[in-house]
Structure formats: C-alpha cells, structure tokens
C-alpha cells in the first residue's frame, strides 16, 4: 500500500498547466504515493494528456466521469478510492515544491498531535511569473478562521483518518465553493489539530480571472458556511456578524481590486 494518496481532481484544465503539474507530483522528493488523477467529464483533450503519463509511471490511477459533477463529488470518491494513510491535495493548474510531500509526510509522522498539515504559497501567473507570497499561521485557532481560510487548502497533507466522515467534503448533491473553508471548521470544532509549515511547499496560480469566477450566489453560501462554522468552534456569530458577512462585501469590489488587496497591486 503507498503511504500517500495524492488526491488530483481535473476538469478542463489547461494542458500546460496540466504538465507542469502532474510532473512537479511525479518528481517528489518523496516517491511511496499514488497519484489519483480525477477527470470530473472534461470536455477538452485532458484525456491523452493524462494518458500520457499513464504510461510510463504506475503510481497514477486514473479515472473518468462521463459527466461533469463538481468538486466536491470528485473530492469525496477519491477520498473512497484512496489506498495511503495520508492523503495529499494538489490541484491542476498549480506546482508543488519538489520536497513538499517529504516535508509534510515526515512531519505527520513524529507529530501524531496534529491531524493535517500544509504550508505557504508563492504566488505565479499565467507565465509562471512569481509575483508575491502568501504567508499562513503556523498554528492557527478558532479566532484565525474570522478574517480568512487559515490553511492553503492546495498544500495540504491529511491523516486519512480524520476524513473518515461520510462525504468530507460536503453532499455531492449540493455542490457549492466554499468546501475546503467548512472542513477546515467542521474538523477544528472536532478538536482536530492543524500545522502550517513555515515553507514555501506550493506554487499557486492565481490571476485576475481567478476572481471573475466569483458569483453572488457562492458568495451568499459562504455566508451561510461562516455563520454555521463559526457557531461549531464556539464562536458568537452574531458578535462577529462583519466577518460572516464578508464574502458579500467582497463580491461588491470590482476583480481588480480585490485582487490588489489580497496579493498586492500586481494586476
């Protein structure tokens, strides 16, 4: 059995991208893993792509929906298929440090106090420019979940025993965005301990577009997923009614500039 199951969901991704990423997994440091590759009903040649790769390396398991379903419908099937004690997340469109699942396996192995573990992000373009960082608490509480996801979902390395929930990742019947933000509070809450590691383990591709993706209703959901998290870790909604409120006030900011505020006045 791999010690790692690396959890790599795919829709429509752009092949380059889908290169840079499979490959920065492929050329880990760290080599007891299986890569779960997740098409979730691409309509574009990410097919021959993956297949590609399928090839030549055996630790990729790769599997196929017909029909487009959503995040979280992919992310609790691999969470089901996965084989390894640990389960890494990694997405298709950014690169991971060659070391990172090295540092975030050895880390969960001497301390079994801490349920998951993730790090820092650099953040690079569409030409894989680095333009910024982002920076994460090294051990966040309750209290860090008000301004913002304390973790970098992207980096994350779980104790596959933490997400033994039926559908970790929320019913694939109402799939919304905000699902990695309500796990994150639903396992806190659990008294399930997270750590950042103070490393960059991840380059994170994130753009103007990244925000334009954005829609009133997710934003109205998200509200809903505060409210209900912060409630969970003990913490009095109404007292903290800006944060839960948040995500509606952002969505009114033009696409420039949140982007600005988040990474900087990069545009």
């Known amino acids: 059995m791999p010690a790692v199951s690396v959890l790599f969901p795919v829709y429509n991704c752009e092949n380059t991208y889908l290169r840079k990423a499979i490959e920065s997994m492929l050329n ?5 893993f299986e890569l779960i590759i997740f098409d979730d009903g691409s309509t574009t040649d990410v097919k021959s792509i993956i297949e590609d790769y399928l090839e030549v390396d055996p630790r990729i398991v790769y599997i196929r929906e017909e029909l487009h379903h959503g995040l979280a419908y992919g ?7 996965s084989k390894g004690k640990y389960l890494a997340r990694m997405d298709a469109d950014d690169i991971s440090a060659p070391y990172r699942l090295e540092k975030e396996f050895t880390f969960l192995e001497e301390h079994p106090e801490y349920g998951f573990v993730g790090g820092n992000l650099v953040l690079i373009d569409d030409d894989d420019n680095v333009y910024g960082a982002r920076k994460y608490p090294e051990k966040p509480d309750e209290k860090d979940f008000l301004k913002f996801q304390p973790y970098a979902h992207p980096t994350i390395m779980f104790r596959k025993s ?7 990742y929320g019913s694939p019947d109402r799939p919304r965005r905000g699902e990695d933000y309500e796990l994150f509070m639903n396992l806190t809450a659990a008294g399930v301990r997270g750590y950042n590691l103070q490393e960059n383990l991840l380059y994170y591709r994130e753009t103007i577009n990244s925000y334009k993706r954005r829609t009133l209703t997710d934003q109205v959901a998200e509200v809903t997923i505060r409210w209900n998290g912060f409630k969970k870790m003990g913490l009095n909604p109404w007292r903290e009614i800006g944060y839960v409120v ?22």
Do not use: T
């Open 162 to 168: 933490v997400l033994n929930m039926e559908n970790p």
């Open 246 to 267: 948040k995500p509606i006030a952002v969505w009114m900011v033009p696409d420039k500039i949140a982007f600005n505020i988040r990474n900087g006045s990069r545009a």
């Open 75 to 81: 992310l609790n099937a691999m969470v089901a298929l």
């Open 28 to 32: 880990q440091s760290f080599d007891d």
